[in-house]
């Protein structure tokens, strides 16, 4: 199995950043893609950014421009750098990860963090 714990959530006043982590612990074969999404009260969970093992990145309209994704594939660590934050970014955001377990075949599944919240007000 994969565990995903992510770290560096918090409030933030609007324009201002912070810097996401999440470090993939486990009996991990291989991580193919590593992203970032997040939920609003009242929202479906949506795609933020997501990073290949190539380090070919996709961005939610939305934060393009302002967020920017990266990957340690040597620590199986993604991080997510959230510049000019606004109050609409607010949200529980998750650490994803499609890996493959050693010992569970070469199949791939999807791993998710649990989560943490980012607020930005005045």
């Known amino acids: 199995q994969v565990q995903l714990v992510e770290s560096g959530g918090g409030l933030v006043q609007p324009g201002g950043s912070l810097r996401l982590s999440c470090a993939a612990s486990?009996?991990?074969?291989?991580?193919?893609?590593m992203g970032w999404y997040r939920q609003a009260p009242g929202k479906q969970r949506e795609l933020v950014a997501t990073v290949t093992s190539g380090g070919g990145t996709n961005y939610a309209d939305s934060v393009k421009g302002r967020f920017t994704i990266s990957r340690d594939n040597a620590k199986n660590t993604v991080y997510l750098q959230m510049n000019s934050l606004k109050p609409e970014d607010t949200a529980v955001y998750y650490c994803?990860?499609?890996?493959?377990?050693?010992?569970?075949?070469?199949?791939?599944?999807?791993?998710w963090g649990q989560g943490t919240q980012v607020t930005v007000s005045s």
């Open positions: 994803n990860a499609f890996a493959r377990t050693i010992g569970w075949g070469k199949s791939y599944y999807d791993y």
């Open positions: 486990g009996s991990i074969a291989s991580i193919n893609v």
